[in-house]
């Protein structure tokens, strides 16, 4: 509104300025032609007349000629004539018109001369045509043309050009006002309140200027700006999301390197030891002189020594796995054999397991490793389907990349928490009660599965089971 204010104001006021110097043109041109026409006419009735008295004057007298000039005044309503003695003239005139007149030498045989006399309110143009006269004393025909009607003219001239200007200033000024507001207040109003909704983050809203002028290419070129703003600010959110998994994925690298080499230390120093425990328990298994509660209590120490071997040999799988030897195998074969392996369990805990998929698939793996893996996730499986149900074991092709191959471990058991998902694979942490699960089984899958250059995904929702996919680079044989 401030711009249109602007525009507007500076457009009455060229207009002002081109009208008032039009109007004081004309003015002057209207009062030069009309001192023009006067000076004509008078001179010309002054000629015509003094002409008549030179021609009257000898032949039928100086009363006859005066006359003559006395009936052309009552003839001429506009001027007023009448004869004067050119050596008496001075003493009529005021001070100014006297000078004048003296400038002019006026007498027989000069020519005629004419001169404006300002006196007050009645401006009057003189006009003095020389007679010769019989008796040789200098007189002339007098012409008085008032300017009144001159400066009539004039007031209604200037009025009329005031009129006039206030018209079309305040006609151009009204249009000036209106194409301003349409054509630039409202469109500029709608690219600020743009301009507001992109500071403050709102990309979203694109604007419909119709105009095809600057300030429409501008309307253009601002909803292209969001455009390219809304990608960028999306790559760079995307780019930010990326970072932060690319760092959290470090930080559980370092965490698992850590873990490695914790374990590696404590599993070395607790062989030792366990060592000479399973031997001792051999050893009174094997006398026959211990009573029966002795031999069972061996027996138990046995049973958990042995266990927490396992422990111990599965922390060293983790922390100095050995690098993997690949070659190209087919994948349902693995799985028949981990099914295998795994079915006497399954069938202690009422769990049937199913193994399905196409046998041409296939994958570089190390067997020995994916085998581990698979078994990790499918003990994890078995012993979260409690009461019985079914763990499948699916292999397929992946459908969003055809070099990709999965294979799927999915259980009907209680499910995972949400809180717990993210930290799933973390080493030591399990959800299963006390003396179920040492937290290792998903680590190690993790890490064999990383190796292979692939990726372990978990989905699951309490109360309807959980499914863990591993994906590897592969296809058909």
């Known amino acids: 509104m401030k711009l249109t204010r602007k525009l507007t104001a500076a457009l009455i006021l060229g207009i002002l300025i081109v009208l008032a110097v039009n109007a004081a043109l004309r003015v002057r041109r209207e009062i030069a032609l009309f001192e023009r026409d006067s000076r004509r006419d008078s001179l010309l009735i002054g000629r015509m007349l003094a002409g008549s008295v030179e021609r009257v004057w000898p032949s039928l007298g100086e009363a006859q000629a005066l006359d003559l000039v006395e009936d052309a005044n009552q003839r001429e309503s506009a001027f007023r004539i009448r004869w004067v003695w050119l050596d008496g003239l001075v003493a009529e005139l005021d001070e100014a018109d006297r000078s004048a007149?003296?400038?002019?030498?006026?007498?027989?045989?000069?020519?005629?001369?004419?001169?404006?006399?300002?006196?007050?309110?009645?401006?009057?143009?003189?006009?003095?045509?020389?007679?010769?006269?019989?008796?040789?004393?200098?007189?002339?025909?007098?012409?008085?043309?008032?300017?009144?009607?001159?400066?009539?003219?004039?007031?209604?001239?200037?009025?009329?050009?005031?009129?006039?200007?206030?018209?079309?200033?305040?006609?151009?000024?009204?249009?000036?006002?209106?194409?301003?507001?349409?054509?630039?207040?409202?469109?500029?109003?709608?690219?600020?309140?743009?301009?507001?909704?992109?500071?403050?983050?709102?990309?979203?809203?694109?604007?419909?200027?119709?105009?095809?002028?600057?300030?429409?290419?501008?309307?253009a070129e601002m909803n292209t700006m969001c455009e390219l703003l809304e990608e960028a600010t999306g790559a760079a959110a995307r780019e930010a999301s990326?970072?932060?998994?690319?760092?959290?994925?470090?930080?559980?690298?370092?965490?698992?390197?850590?873990?490695?080499?914790?374990?590696?230390?404590?599993?070395?120093?607790?062989?030792?030891?366990?060592?000479?425990?399973?031997?001792?328990?051999?050893?009174?298994?094997?006398?026959?002189?211990?009573?029966?509660?002795?031999?069972?209590?061996?027996?138990?120490?046995l049973d958990q020594a042995k266990r927490v071997t396992a422990i111990i040999r599965q922390l060293l799988d983790f922390a100095r796995r050995r690098g993997a030897k690949k070659s190209q195998q087919r994948l349902v074969p693995l799985v028949q054999q981990t099914v295998g392996m795994l079915s006497s369990l399954a069938e202690k805990s009422s769990v049937t397991l199913v193994a399905e998929g196409d046998g041409s698939l296939c994958a570089d793996v190390d067997p020995g490793q994916i085998q581990q893996a698979l078994t990790n996730l499918a003990l994890n499986a078995i012993q979260a389907t409690k009461g019985g149900g079914t763990v499948s074991i699916r292999i397929g092709k992946g459908s969003s990349c055809p070099d990709e191959v999965?294979?799927?471990?999915?259980?009907?058991?209680?499910?995972?928490?949400?809180?717990?998902?993210?930290?799933?694979?973390?080493?030591?942490?399990?959800?299963?009660?006390?003396?179920?699960?040492?937290?290792?089984?998903?680590?190690?899958?993790?890490?064999?599965?990383?190796?292979?250059?692939?990726?372990?995904?978990?989905?699951?929702?309490?109360?309807?089971?959980?499914?863990?996919?591993?994906?590897?680079?592969?296809?058909?044989a």
Not at 122 to 139: E, I, K, N, W
Not at 156 to 166: C, D, K, N, P, V
Not at 432 to 442: D, F, N, Y
């Open 101 to 219: 007149l003296r400038k002019w030498e006026l007498g027989p045989g000069t020519d005629a001369r004419q001169f404006l006399s300002e006196d007050g309110e009645t401006p009057a143009l003189y006009t003095y045509v020389p007679v010769s006269v019989p008796d040789g004393r200098p007189g002339a025909v007098e012409v008085r043309d008032s300017m009144v009607d001159q400066r009539t003219y004039v007031r209604r001239t200037i009025y009329q050009a005031l009129l006039a200007t206030a018209i079309l200033v305040a006609l151009c000024g009204g249009i000036a006002l209106g194409l301003g507001l349409v054509l630039v207040a409202r469109p500029f109003a709608i690219l600020m309140e743009q301009a507001r909704r992109v500071g403050r983050g709102d990309l979203s809203a694109r604007l419909s200027l119709t105009q095809r002028d600057e300030v429409g290419e501008l309307a």
């Open 242 to 301: 990326e970072r932060i998994a690319a760092l959290e994925q470090l930080r559980h690298a370092e965490r698992l390197s850590t873990v490695g080499q914790l374990s590696a230390g404590i599993a070395h120093e607790l062989g030792t030891p366990l060592n000479v425990i399973m031997a001792r328990a051999q050893l009174i298994l094997k006398d026959d002189a211990a009573g029966g509660d002795v031999h069972k209590s061996a027996s138990i120490v």
């Open 406 to 476: 999965f294979i799927a471990v999915e259980d009907m058991g209680s499910g995972i928490p949400a809180e717990h998902l993210d930290r799933i694979f973390e080493p030591f942490f399990t959800t299963k009660e006390a003396g179920e699960g040492t937290g290792l089984g998903l680590s190690v899958a993790y890490g064999i599965v990383k190796e292979h250059g692939g990726r372990i995904a978990v989905e699951s929702e309490p109360g309807k089971g959980t499914r863990f996919t591993i994906r590897l680079a592969g296809g058909a």
